[in-house]
């Protein structure tokens, strides 16, 4: 101790100082290094997005210099691996749009009331059990949901419905209505707590009932969250595919009919990749064709649901 | 007006608690119908593939006949992609979340990342699938392998990772930081001797969640082209010739348990139900038991850690 304070003294020990800011610099030149590999990692997502929006451009660029625009959006056809190719991709669309409009009829009314009780009603005894046991319900996989569409679900709806045929749209969209309802639940039942109490409390020392309160204080003021999970239930309803591949059959039907058999956007992808497309053919591109409108979908849902979110916005 | 006498009052409250009573009644009717199509899926898929929970089921290729088929390349194709998922998806997702908790400045790449993420997060699985079956298939040439589907699944996790690590290393008290940085540590000392350390049972459930996720996804790997029909084994990892031959296995052809699960469920031989339903059972018992890990972590976490 006594020896250092000494040597400390003396100017011919400076190059241990010299020492430490060479050590320092060599600090610095990591800490630089590690930043910059970690903020690599971070880029690794928007890099994802290009891939996406790269792939799916420059294939469908290919297919629309043999497809016209025209034709794709109007044609009621869609027979792109038959001699006569026609490639009408509002038959996929149809599909998909019927099977989505039967999921969120489901999934929208169980998914709030779900959140309503949970957030309004519910004491934490009952929060604790139900919260994990939606969260194993979302982690369910979707070809276990689909194959719980085609071998149980339907052959129960056949019973009430005799001439639903062995593939429909219904029994799919039903099924997938119950996958959707978690997320719906878990994201309005957080948009729902976050109302802060002294609204409620303004509401109950009015004479509002539970009820009256939940429904005309704490839904309207947290909107914007609802909304937003119900944007993020119709991109999952749109994207779904296993359960559809599975349960809704895979020919492509122009139809409304809910009862019906059809192919959707992702069911047709499926198809298309179960079978063996050589790299390159007409066919081979349809399926980023049809990625392509399936991902401008779920891009509109989702500008849709910022808007809706800025819009709604309530400060407390 | 009127006022209202007694007996009105009490008749306005006693039909607002009885609506009270009946809304409460519908929400525990929503509530178990989720619990129901829980335990319908899986008493009837026990039921159904009762007679093929023997050995044989675990340990014989896919075949022609129902009786004799079993998930053997199944269950370790999907443990091979799931290791090649977790390498590539664990230390990019902790990094990218360190990153934008610890050491982004609020600028406008920031938000791009910040945005672009939760994006990601709505993009449906079979985009994925494209993607991949584009890039990694065709243009880097890997294949229809078990390195295109592990880091196909490792794109799709990777918000999930990146949301948990975030959430995790939010909780932390900036105290601890300033506490270490007082004695001299640098950022990346900081993050690796406490932060990371720390929020390690926020990420790790972030990451069974993911993995739970990815095992069951079919959608973006049957795009890329997975085949249906293996009837044999890739190579054991990491005991080839070295240096080529430890990573052999990474380019071999494969199937996992939910194609199998397709493959059998679109048969119309009643007889491939079965197998089906066995194999979806033992595909629920894996993601469950993991999301029951996730869920019993993340409870731990909130009872134990007191700052």
Partial sequence: MNSQAMSANNPSDLPVVSDRLAKNAMRNVSERLIEALLLGAAAVSVLTT??????????????FQQVSIVDFLTDTQWTPLFDDAHFGIMVLVSGTVVS????????????????????EFANSKVREIAKPILELLGGIPTIVFGYFALLVVTPVLQVILPELPGFSLLSAGLVMGIMIVPYIASLSEDAMRAVPMSLREGAYAMGSTRLYTALHVVVPAAFSGLAASYILAIS???????????????????????????????????????????????????????????LLITLVFNILGQWLRAKFRENY | ?????????????????????????????????????????????????????????????????????????????????????????????????????????????????????????AVPSIVYGLLALGIFVYQFGFGQSILSAGLTLALLILPIIIVATREAIRAIPAMIREGSMA???????????????YAMPGILTGVIIGLARAIGETAP??????????????????TGEPPAGLFEWVMSPFTVMPIQIFNWTSRPDPAFEVNAAAAGFVLMVMVLSMNAVAIYLRYKMRKNIKW
């Fill in chain 2, 1 to 121: 007006m009127q006022p209202l006498t007694t007996e009105q009052i009490r008749a306005v409250i006693a039909r607002g608690k009885l609506k009270d009573t009946i809304f409460k009644a519908l929400g525990l009717f929503c509530l178990s119908i989720g619990l129901l199509v829980i335990v319908a899926l899986i008493v009837d898929m026990f039921i159904k593939g009762s007679e093929r929970f023997t050995l044989d089921f675990f340990m014989n290729f896919a075949s022609r006949r129902a009786t004799q088929a079993g998930i053997l390349s199944a269950w370790v194709g999907s443990l091979l992609v799931m290791l090649v998922t977790a390498l590539a998806a664990v230390p990019l997702g902790v990094a990218a979340g360190l990153y934008l908790e610890e050491y982004a400045k609020r600028n406008w790449l920031t938000h791009i990342i910040e945005v672009n993420i939760s994006n990601l997060a």
């Fill in chain 2, 183 to 197: 004695v001299g540590a640098t950022r990346w000392q900081t993050c690796r001797y406490h932060i990371i350390p």
């Fill in chain 2, 221 to 238: 790997i049957i795009t890329i082209g997975a085949l249906t029909f293996i009837a044999f084994l890739p190579p054991v990892p990491f």
């Fill in chain 1, 236 to 294: 999952r309803a749109v994207g779904e595919t296993m359960i559809l591949a599975v349960a809704a059959g895979m020919q492509p039907n122009l139809t409304w009919n809910p009862m019906e058999p059809a192919a959707t956007i992702t069911s047709y992808i499926v198809q298309v990749a179960l079978g063996d497309l050589p790299h390159g053919s007409i066919g081979y591109l349809t399926i980023f064709a049809a990625g392509l409108t399936l």
């Fill in chain 1, 100 to 119: 989505s409009l039967v999921a969120l009829s489901v999934a929208i009314p169980m998914g709030t009331i779900i959140a309503i009780y949970l957030s």
């Fill in chain 1, 50 to 63: 290009v891939g996406i929006v790269y792939v799916l451009v420059s294939e469908s660029i290919h297919f």
